[in-house]
């Protein structure tokens, strides 16, 4: 019973770390149809942010702001100064499904080496605002800390915020307007430029919450998002890329599932049973967990 609670509670943790970068991965594709796989970068760059503020400082809660900020502006510039670029001299056809894709991954290899110029290619460990000991129940010591407690409620306030953001706002709605008929949506009257630039500010904030989130359970290092950047992938599919509530359902699914392989199976196949967790989701449920038939969500 002890070894089946510390799973579940191990597997919510994950589950939840998985979540908000799942759900920066969903705030980008509802807005602007495009998969960020820079998002890794741009998480880690307003960690290190947070970092350095946090060193300085001590005080943890400016750093969150810092990356914060640092994680929106970061957002703005790439969609402003990268993908509207990118979409105003690519034709329509496969080659503009593509591209995008493609100028994210190259992206994210930028990103990477410029960080790693700046503060160099060392581990290094990041400051944790609550205590990571785990709780003791009853004498017994159970795999969850405050920490893990902090990352749970997090993602829930970061899923609801966006959730009424994106569902019962004007804003929202624009939003997934300028995503789905750019051309229509322009007609109404939607400026459809600045709004698809505050989807990607919206996914930079939630993808620097992760980071800074995230961080002090393990070490910093330009690569040190990379992981959590497949995991996020797997999980916004798994729940569905047009849901927030979506993302969060895939994330804890996946944490869960990759929880009970730690402990039941062993650590050589997490990798294998993710991505045949994936391929089940596909074949049974194509557009997600809470994803519809239809290609809009509301």
């Known amino acids: 019973m002890r070894n089946l609670l510390g799973t579940l509670l191990i597997g919510l943790t994950l589950g939840s770390v998985y979540s908000l970068m799942a759900l920066a991965l969903v705030l980008v594709w509802r807005s602007t149809r495009v998969v960020n796989f820079a998002q890794a970068g741009q998480a880690i760059v307003t960690t290190y942010i947070a970092y350095e503020i946090v060193t300085r400082t001590g005080v943890f809660w400016l750093a969150v702001l810092f990356a914060v900020a640092a994680g929106a502006l970061i957002g703005a510039g790439v969609e402003y100064f990268l993908m509207r670029t990118l979409f105003r001299h690519v034709d329509e056809g496969p080659v503009a499904a593509l591209a995008p894709v493609i100028a994210t991954l190259g992206l994210l290899g930028v990103i990477r ?9 060392d581990f290094r460990s990041f400051y944790s605002p609550v205590s990571t000991d785990n709780f003791v129940l009853a004498g017994e010591t159970i795999p969850f800390s405050r920490l893990n407690l902090l990352i749970i409620l997090a993602t829930v306030v970061v899923m609801i915020i966006f959730s009424i953001i994106f ?5 929202g709605l624009s939003l997934r307007a300028a995503a789905f008929q750019p051309e229509i949506a322009r007609l109404a009257g939607i400026r459809v430029g600045p709004i698809r630039t505050l989807g990607w500010v919206f996914a930079g904030v939630a993808g620097a919450i992760a980071g800074v989130l995230v961080t002090p359970t393990t070490i910093l290092s330009p690569n040190s998002l990379d992981l959590l950047l497949v995991f996020g992938f797997v ?4 729940g569905g890329l047009e849901s927030l509530p979506g993302a969060v359902l895939g994330g804890l699914v996946l944490g869960l599932g990759v929880s009970i392989v730690l402990n039941y199976v062993g650590t050589s196949l997490v ?23 239809k290609v809009r969500s509301a």
Request: zero cysteines; aromatic letters at 8%.
């Open 167 to 171: 569902q019962r706002t004007d804003l």
């Open 113 to 121: 080496s410029i960080v790693g110029m700046i503060w160099g290619n």
């Open 235 to 238: 999980a916004a599919v798994i």
């Open 271 to 293: 990798f294998p049973s993710i991505f045949v967790v994936l391929i089940i989701s596909l074949i049974v449920r194509p557009n997600g967990l809470l994803g519809n038939k």
